[in-house]
């Protein structure tokens, strides 16, 4: 049974910085697409940020292009959401997802696994 587990939310200042970690066990997760979704008071859950099983391929939306990075580590099974510049619009719970297949994909819908969620909340 996959199993993931977010790290790293937070309060901090607008302008600021955080780094989410998300860590994957129950089965080779190296080998799938990895992504983060959001999910805003009153909102629905929104894409964040995708990446590829190897990394390669990256997707983000226009509302935290260059502002947020993702990456991963397969030797260790763990995502991470680096984001900076963080505004308070960006407060929301992050959930860790988990796809189906090798290469990402921006709808929640296709993803098979999901965290619990880390609250991250900027101040203005």
């Known amino acids: 049974q996959v199993r993931l587990v977010e790290s790293g939310g937070g309060l901090v200042h607008a302008g600021g910085s955080l780094r989410l970690s998300c860590a994957a066990s129950g089965r080779a997760s190296s080998s799938y697409a990895m992504a983060w979704f959001r999910r805003a008071p009153g909102k629905e859950r929104e894409f964040v940020a995708a990446i590829s099983w190897n990394g390669d391929q990256t997707y983000y939306p226009v509302s935290v292009k260059g502002r947020f990075t993702i990456s991963r580590d397969n030797a260790k099974n763990t995502v991470y959401l680096e984001m900076s510049s963080l505004k308070p619009e960006d407060t929301a719970i992050y959930y860790c997802?988990?796809?189906?297949?090798?290469?990402?994909?921006?709808?929640?819908?296709?993803?098979?696994?999901w965290g619990q969620g880390t609250q991250v909340t900027v101040s203005s």
């Open positions: 997802a988990e796809g189906p297949g090798q290469y990402p994909s921006t709808k929640r819908e296709e993803y098979d696994y």
